[in-house]
């Protein structure tokens, strides 16, 4: 069976620090991955999307980067935070049609 | 651009009833999936259809393309079924984009 995790469950920090947040999936190859974000009552939006190693697309410019150094790694990262950056954070995976999602990463900055 | 109208915001059943959830599309989508919020916050996929109708126990969802909508209808309502639902949908423009409806929050009561 496939499993997905995200690290860390949760993070403070300051606005202007770097931010690394990572997602494993375990028992797929090649998966298509994806990063999503929730600000605190809004809407979940698509951040970016990889269908294979070394590859990335962005979706929405929110002053962050993605790296998939791996099959089954995918990292989301930022060198200054922001207060905007503040939310939940959904790393997904999917074989090509049907999207599961990880637990999430609570972040505030503060 | 492509967005994804999802009715009603909140909605209140009473246990044995049943009613529908619907999401609008303002451009032809490609597929869609409905999710379920867990406590945690993230999201545990109900279904995923790329045409026509799906069933799944008190759940059954449909798919229209062309006229750009999808629903999930609830029936004989539990109340183990409170909480937020949301769709998803596939752009047709290609690639891997994914839009999401901004939720519908359901409280299902004695």
């Known amino acids: 069976a496939q499993t997905i995790h995200q690290w860390p469950v949760a993070e403070i920090k300051a606005v202007g620090s770097p931010l690394s947040l990572g997602c494993t999936i375990k028992g797929k190859s090649s998966p298509n991955l994806y990063w999503y974000w929730q600000a605190t009552g809004g809407t979940l939006q698509q951040l970016f999307y990889?269908?294979?190693?070394?590859?990335v697309e962005s979706v929405v410019q929110l002053n962050l980067s993605a790296s998939r150094p791996k099959d089954d790694q995918f990292i989301l990262s930022t060198e200054k935070l922001l207060l905007s950056h503040s939310g939940f954070y959904l790393c997904a995976w999917s074989p090509g049609d049907t999207q599961y999602f990880g637990p999430g990463t609570r972040l505030l900055v503060l | 651009g492509d967005q994804v109208e999802q009715s009603p915001s909140a909605l209140s059943l009473h246990e044995g009833t049943g009613s529908a959830l619907r999401c609008n599309f303002t451009?032809?989508?490609?597929?869609v999936q409905w999710f379920r919020k867990n406590s945690r916050g993230s999201l545990i996929n109900l279904f995923y259809?790329?045409?026509g109708t799906k069933e799944n126990g008190r759940l059954k969802s449909a798919f229209d393309s062309k006229e750009r909508y999808s629903t999930l209808h609830i029936r004989d309502a539990q109340l183990e079924d409170s909480g937020t639902y949301f769709c998803a949908a596939e752009s047709g423009t290609g690639g891997y984009k994914v839009v999401f409806g901004s939720g519908t929050r359901l409280l299902v009561s004695p």
């Open positions: 259809l790329a045409s």
């Open positions: 451009t032809t989508m490609r597929a």
């Open positions: 990889s269908i294979t190693v070394g590859q």
